[in-house]
């Protein structure tokens, strides 16, 4: 018998009587598993070798073209009452989530292998850590999950001891675009997927069960789980101070999580901890502790560069899979704004024209250990998680929001990242500029009802006195010319900086309607080539423009209805008083 959990032992059985597979394989995690899975997938054409002399254990995959993103549309939450998944979710009841998607499973795995995934989200030993299984019959995802995840023998015994997992079951189904479908079952901590092979929804670890599930899970246990990086930062004494960042698409995440600190700034250093996701948890002293539960990285690969990311760039230099780039005439990936070579193939395998658009697909990805990051903090692995010291919202607003500011308390805090907003780009479909709200940076990723999700941040005010601070940052200021007043990348740190020396008592600011701003003397910009106007405008906000933005957000909280808490209305209309009567405080640290 595989396993000793007759729970599990059962669902695998059940699981394979509806699919009918070929076989049913076990997979322990080991690297010599990972080594036949890669030879099996070169032999069949999913995975081909790149340059092993530049790009060692380097493999690049190509997905079906209708099949290369997250399909937020077919993405659906099943619970039994609507306005628990909320106006931010698709919603069907979990009968007929289990009826519209179990049909596809009937038969779907004949000829194939099955693979049962145990997995660990966040450090082995940790008891902020939670257990799943993915079943699936793709080896590419089983490849990815040993990558991202801590899976195998030791998450088995983890499961068998604790009795308790997250069901997940995946198959790529026939790859029809009609046939696809992402289930979550809340109440069920289960999640089903069939019909894509992309990441984002055939990794069923990541944003399906680290977040979606686990956002429901973390209200119900009082924890948080959030699409959040994080980062140490290490200062010239040695000193290091943890912050959790959420940012949306196209605000520079990956950048940040992996910021290399400016020449100018001598002695400091970052450590990444997580890129993408954080689950926070109060330890017996009340202080927020984050474990990053991933053990990998599922990044977007177009734009990075030595210059934009060096970190990035080294790290998937070897041991790293390629989804959907373009490859050069000596077999490298390529990819967008790389820097160096050109592509003669394109994403599809074709022969390489610009007629037929981007070499790279936009959304074409890297696969990577955490391990291979230069900037990689071993304390990734650590059980206790580290402690945070604040918690950073930000979104791309080319006039409104400075470069960056204080919310006065926790409960202004959660209306700040309520409140999130970003404008378009072209890396979006659809216009170019539109303001787009995204909560907390979890839009498509909280698996239940927005207005439930902000009462249970609020929640934590009363249940600790040591809350980080929250702040926001936007790197994207632009003048009337389109102009980045902010030189952003590695100058980011002044920024973190300030940040944790208002933490730490040793920073000052200036109080506004909108909370606390840095006034230009108290960044460090020693060494920075920035005028003294674009800075002042950078810590500065025009009461007018901001009581639009304050109207509007009321706007998109009223839609939540009466399940919007009272704490949120009475925040928004502080700020709004504030604005009205246009006060200016120098504040203290």
């Not at 937020?72 to 099943?78: A, D, I, K, Q, Y």
């Not at 049962?116 to 019959?137: A, F, K, L, N, W």
């Not at 072209?426 to 207005?451: H, L, Q, T, W």
Request: net charge negative; aromatic share 8%.
């Amino acid at each position: 018998m595989p396993t000793s959990l007759a729970t599990l032992e059962s669902w695998v059985d059940e699981v394979a009587s509806r699919t009918r597979p070929e076989q049913v394989t076990w997979c322990d995690g080991s690297d010599d598993e990972y080594s036949q899975l890669v030879r099996q997938m070169l032999q069949s054409g999913d995975l081909s070798e790149l340059n092993q002399d530049t790009y060692p254990n380097c493999y690049l995959h190509l997905s079906d073209p209708s099949d290369v993103a997250r399909v937020e549309h077919l993405t659906f939450v099943c619970t039994d009452n609507a306005d628990d998944a909320g106006p931010n979710n698709n919603w069907l009841s979990p009968a007929d989530g289990h009826e519209r998607i179990d049909a596809l499973f009937d038969g779907c795995m004949q000829g194939r292998t099955m693979y049962v995934i145990p997995y660990c989200m966040g450090p082995i030993d940790s008891p902020y850590s939670r257990c799943g299984v993915e079943i699936t019959d793709s080896p590419y995802v089983v490849v990815n999950m040993k990558l991202m995840t801590r899976m195998g023998a030791a998450a088995l015994q983890r499961i068998e001891r604790e009795g308790k997992f997250v069901k997940g079951l995946h198959s790529t189904g026939d790859l029809d675009p009609e046939k696809r479908l992402i289930m979550h079952f809340p109440d069920e901590l289960s999640i089903k997927s069939i019909g894509s092979g992309y990441g984002g929804n055939a990794l069923l670890g990541k944003k399906c069960h680290a977040l979606r599930i686990a956002s429901y899970q973390a209200r119900a246990e009082g924890w948080l789980a959030e699409h959040m990086l994080i980062v140490g930062v290490e200062n010239p004494q040695g000193e290091t101070h943890y912050i959790a960042c959420a940012l949306p698409s196209a605000c520079g995440k990956t950048n940040l999580a992996m910021l290399i600190p400016p020449a100018s700034m001598p002695g400091w250093k970052i450590w990444t901890l997580g890129d993408d996701i954080a689950w926070l948890h109060l330890d017996d002293a009340g202080q927020l502790r984050a474990i990053n539960p991933e053990s990998g990285y599922f990044g977007v690969v177009p734009g990075t560069n030595e210059a934009t990311n060096k970190n990035a760039y080294d790290m998937i230099r070897h041991d790293a899979i390629f989804t959907n780039v373009a490859r050069t005439a000596d077999n490298e990936p390529w990819w967008e704004n790389k820097g160096v070579g050109e592509p003669v193939t394109d994403w599809q395998g074709r022969p390489y024209d610009k007629a037929n658009g981007k070499a790279a697909h936009p959304n074409s990805r890297f696969t990577v250990a955490a391990g291979n990051n230069p900037s990689y903090s071993k304390l990734a692995e650590a059980p206790a998680g580290v402690p945070i010291s604040a918690i950073v919202f930000g979104g791309r607003r080319k006039e409104l929001a400075p470069l960056v500011y204080q919310a006065r308390n926790w409960r202004h805090g959660v209306l700040v990242g309520a409140g999130v907003a970003s404008e378009t780009t072209s890396a979006n479909i659809g216009e170019v500029g539109v303001v787009r709200r995204d909560p907390m940076a979890m839009k498509p990723f909280c698996g239940y009802n927005f207005a439930d999700y902000w009462a249970h941040w609020l929640s934590f005010a009363g249940r600790t006195e040591t809350l980080p601070g929250v702040f926001h940052v936007n790197w994207f200021r632009q003048d009337e010319n389109g102009r980045f007043l902010w030189p952003g990348f590695g100058e980011n740190l002044r920024v973190l900086k300030w940040i944790l020396d208002r933490c730490n008592g040793r920073a000052e600011a200036v109080e506004t309607a909108i909370g606390y701003l840095p006034r230009v003397e108290d960044l460090d910009i020693d060494g920075l080539d920035i005028n003294r106007s674009d800075l002042e405008t950078l810590t500065s906000i025009n009461a007018r423009q901001w009581q639009v933005e304050i109207e509007a957000i009321g706007e998109y909280l009223a839609s939540y209805g009466d399940r919007l808490p009272a704490e949120l209305r009475d925040e928004l209309q502080i700020v709004a008083d504030k604005l009205a009567h246009g006060s200016v405080n120098t504040a203290d640290s």
